[in-house]
């Protein structure tokens, strides 16, 4: 789910923090990327795209989507 909201900022250290989820969540579903049968994959590749696109800024600099709370059952 994408949240456009153009006066969402967000502190360094918060963003930092987030970051390190993000790369541990997409650490923790790599084996759904890479087994073609796993369980609920299609949900999973979704999240991780989600993952990925954050965070975005427009052309001004401005964070554009709040953070992924899309994730499926693992």
């Avoid at 502190?11 to 990327?33: C, M, S, V, Y």
């Avoid at 609920?40 to 953070?67: H, M, S, T």
């Amino acid at each position: 789910m994408t949240i456009f909201n153009p006066s969402f900022t967000v502190a360094p250290e918060k963003l930092f923090a987030e970051t390190l989820w993000r790369n541990n969540e997409l650490a923790l579903t790599d084996i759904a990327a890479t087994v073609s049968d796993y369980p609920n994959a299609e949900a999973i590749l979704v999240y991780r795209q989600a993952l990925r696109d954050w965070p975005a800024k427009n052309d001004d600099g401005e964070y554009i989507n709040g953070f992924p709370d899309t994730r499926p059952q693992v």
